[in-house]
Structure formats: C-alpha cells, structure tokens
C-alpha cells in the first residue's frame, strides 16, 4: 500500500474543469472558498493521507481490533493519526461554524474523505460515520443537545455511530425490539442488542456518541412505531465534558472477512440512558438523514477500492515481464515484454480506471448537489433534492458493484501474486466486498430506486436527470469529436425511459415485476448515468485539446477512456434490459421446496 498516491490531477479535473467547482463555490455565497483554499486543501490531506494513514493500511488488516473485557483498542497507530486528524482540524472542515465547524463545503468534505478512504477504509471509518450523527443531530435534535454534543463531534474529541440493526433484523427494521422506557426526568432507559456497530467501540476518543433507533412501550406496530435516540458512552457533565459511564458495552467484535482495522461491535444496551431525537415515533424519518450521508459515504468506498486496484496493478503491470506481444516484441533489451502490452490486461486495467474515474464524477456531482441543499436558492434545493434522491441509490449501489469488480481485476492483473498478502491486493477484495451489503444491499438500493424514487413519483424524479442527458445530447448533435458518444447516449435515454414504462406497466398486474427487475434496472441506470458523466468529460477533454492547454496525453486519456467505456462497457446495458423485459415468471415459477432434491 505505500505506494499509494492520492489522484489529485484526477480531482482537479473534475472539480474544476469539468463540474465547475470555482464557479459553483461562489454562486453558493463561498467567497472565501477560492481556487487557492481548494487546491490548499487537496494538497494538506493528500500529505496526511499518503504519509500518515497509507502507511498504517495494512497494519490495520493484519493486527485488526482486540477486545478485552468491554474495551476495544485499535490498531497500532490508529489512535496517535486520528490525534493528528484532529490537531489539524479536518474533522470539523464542512461543518456548522456555530458548533466550531469551519463552515466550508460539503463537497470539499466529501473530496477529503475520498482521500482517506483511499488510503485506510478502516481508519476512516470512525471519523467517517461522524459526520452521518452531525448531519442528524443538526437537522432534528434541539438546541441543548446540538451544544452539548455537536460541539464535540465536530471538532473530533467524540465520535458518532449509527445502530440499528439487531441480532433477528437488519433490513427490515419494522420488527426491531429494542426498548425505550421513559424516566421520571425525561430522559429514557434503552435496553436491547444492536449488532454490525461500525466504529461502535474504541479507544480513539474520550467519548462515542450513539444514535438508536428503540420502540417506545406504547409505540405503533412496525416502522411507524420507531423513535430516534441519543445514547452516549459517557453521560455528559454539565461542563460538556465526558462524565459518568453509561450503561452500554460493546458485548463482543464480529470476526470479519475485511475492514479489520475498524471495531464492527455488538453493543448491548441495558437500561442506558438516551436522549430522545425529535418527536415521538418518527426515529425511521430522522434516520434517513443519517443514511443517506451514509449510502453516498458508502459510494466513497467503492470508488476508494476501484482507485487502489488501479494504481497497484497499473504499476505492477508495467513492471511484470510475461511472454511476447502477439503483434510483436515491445521491449527487446528484455527476456519478455510487460504485461501492459497484452490486450486483456489493458481491458482489466482499463475498466478499473474507466469505473474509478467515472465513479470520481458521479460522487462529485452528488456532493455538489449537496452544496446546493445547504445554500441554494428554493427552487435549487428542490431540483438538487429531487437528483439527489435519484442518485443517491445508484451511486451507493452502482459504485459499490463495480468498485469490488475492480477490486477484483486489480488482483486478476497480479496472477498468483494478487493472492498473496504482502501485495494488499487480496486485502483490498476482502476490505471492498462489504461495501455492497452495509447500508442497505444492492437489491434494497435497487427496490427504492425503481419502487419509490422511479415509480411511486410516476417517473418525475427519473425525468428530472433524463431531461438533462436530453439537453446535453441536443446541444453536442452536431458535434463531430462526439457523435459517437451522443448518437449512444440518446438512445439509452429514450431506452431507460421505455424500460421503466414496461416494467411498471408489469407491475401493475403483478408486483413482484418490481423487485425481478429492480437490480438490473440499477445496473441499467448506474451504466448509463456513467455513461452521460463520461461523455462530459470528452468534452472537456477535447475543448482543452483545441485549445492547446497544458497536459495533452491527460486530456488525450481522458478521451480514450471515454472511448473505451462507451465501446466495451456500456454494451452491458443491453444484457440488462433483455433481463427486465422477460420479466419475473422464470424467478418465481419454481416452488420453494423444489430448489434442490
């Protein structure tokens, strides 16, 4: 891992060249958020990323958490880079200024933790989930518990989780049995078992700030009978400072696949006290706010693993002497050429940077809209709402299936060597394979997308995106460097929309057309939206190339891949949308009791 570099040309690029980054800063009110501030940022936490945290990535996978008694320690140098994380005050760079945040962009915090996820998944997940309990805490908690808590959180000193799923349910959070008993005080006593706690215990802090989800005694059936908590580790003192130990410990450390540097805690909470989130019952509606900064969080670690595959089996590729180049030798002074010459590595090689790259686009562009939610005009939070919405599903689903993908390549480019530890390869499988299952699997990202966001808006939301790639193609028409890419795009996106009014006109008769199609309309969607960011990106490319700016083979590569995508990786999308369109009867007809004999 310690070769490792952070992609900061990459970024650069689609920040500012594509996306507009400059312009969108100061259209929001961002003055002080200048080209020099940006390229400052990138530059500080690509120096803390590479030199302090890229170091520690495979400490954490070998040594993992040990857990004693209740207590959790963390990895050998884990606690001493998140000191340093907070002395340099990157926890609190896109947060409310009133709480000791700096008040700078989202978007500028999601680059950041791009970075870090880059160059320790694991570590960055303690400070990563934070930022999921600060965003809930602002939007639903009361003034008192925003001061004594916010506060804290921001400036690092205690850090978030989120716990919801227990032992009998995870996605189904309907049937959950914790208990919230009130207090004579006002407070309540939380009593149950919340397991898959990311970051749930650790010695990094001096305190951990729960956010759970419990049932009220007298709370409805279901997910209407769900309130939202405040469950500290340590009770606060009236100063804000971590005082009595509350009654919830960390029972045991799951033995997991990957991430083995992050605590992934069973928390068993027995009469702890909690601070209730908003109004009674409506805990599932301010937990949203919460995953989804989660789901989009989640994207970041499909694009880190897809970036990481990238660069060590570019590296390695061009290193590895393996036979000669069926077109003829590439590198005569040596006993064989580098593996780089042969045409299926560069189809590996380069669908990892294709999905990296891209990947990069779509989690800016999402973050972006994000910058908009907070300060834009009314009509502009309701547009970025509404993509928001659309998006948020495929690119914690899309990013997330093609991030292990590449992950998964980055090890096929190494042969026998991607196998064996001391490459990281093998760990960055491990550490990218739950990125599709946390946060709501694939299928439950597909079922919101097409269910709720697609059709029970009666196709709005998805008109709302498929309006923009239909300008974009209109205004390139006649465009000859992109002809090939528009003449595609538009017919993906008179195709997406066919689609969805065959599969809901299905679903009419029979529901269960939803869920038979609803993965391979995410696909569908995550390949074509992918699709639209790539062939933005041509276009700048070859706007900077007619006009004889700097780095040339850059933007030359940044057409190539474009290229590369459209003529190898798009196709896929076919296969999906012959699998919508035979419908559900093949999934269902077959009697549960029948699947093996």
Known sequence: MTDVKMPLRDLRFVMREMLGSDAHYASLGYGEVTPDVVDAILEEGAKFCENVLVPLNQIGDQQGCTWNDGEVTTPAGFKEAYRQFVEAGWPALPHNPEYGGQGLPPSLGTVLSEMVGIANWSWGMYPGLSHGAMNTLEAHGTAAQKNTYLTKL?????????????????????????????????????????????????????????????????????????????????????????????????????????????????????????????????????????????????????????????????????????????????????????????????????????????????????????????????????????????????????????????????????????????????????????????EGTTGIQALDLLGRKVLLSQGELLRGFTKKIHKFCQAEIDNEALAPFVIQLQALNKQWGDLTLQVGSKAMENADEVGAASVDYLMYSGYTVLAYLWARAARVANLKLAEGAEGADFYRAKVATARFYFERILPRTASHATAMQNGAASLMELDAAHFAF
């Open 154 to 438: 921001v400036e690092g000193s205690w850090t978030g989780t989120m716990c919801l799923t227990e032992p009998h349910c995870g996605t189904d959070l309907g049937i959950l049995r914790t208990k919230a008993e009130p207090n004579h005080d006002g407070t309540y006593a939380i009593t149950g078992t919340k397991i898959f706690i990311s970051a749930g215990e650790h010695d990094m802090t001096e305190n951990i700030v729960h956010i759970v989800l419990a049932r009220l005694p007298d709370a409805p059936a279901g997910t209407k009978g769900i309130s939202l908590f405040i469950v500290p580790k340590f009770l606060p003192n009236t100063d804000g400072s971590a005082g009595e130990r509350n009654r919830v410990v960390c029972g045991s450390l799951e033995h997991k696949m990957g991430i083995h540097g992050n605590a992934t805690a069973v928390l068993n909470f027995d009469g702890a006290k909690g601070f209730l989130i908003g109004e009674p019952n409506k805990g599932l509606n301010y937990m949203f706010t919460f995953m989804n900064t989660a789901r989009l969080g989640t994207a970041l670690q499909g694009l880190a693993h897809a970036e990481i595959g990238f660069q060590k089996s570019l590296a390695y590729a061009r290193e590895r002497l393996q036979m000669r180049s069926l077109s003829g030798t590439k590198n005569p002074q040596g006993p064989a050429d580098p593996i780089i010459v042969h045409p299926d590595v560069r189809r590996m090689l380069l669908t990892q940077k294709a999905f990296a790259e891209g990947s990069r686009m779509l989690v800016v562009h999402c973050a972006q809209l994000v910058d908009i939610t907070h300060r834009g005009s009314e009509e502009a939070k309701k547009e970025a709402e509404d993509l928001l919405a659309l998006l948020t599903p495929i690119a914690k689903a899309f990013i997330t299936e093609v991030g292990f993908e590449s992950a998964n390549l980055g090890l096929q480019c190494f042969g026998g060597h991607g196998y064996i530890t001391e490459w990281c390869m093998e760990q960055n499988v491990r550490d990218a394979r739950i990125a599709t299952i946390y």
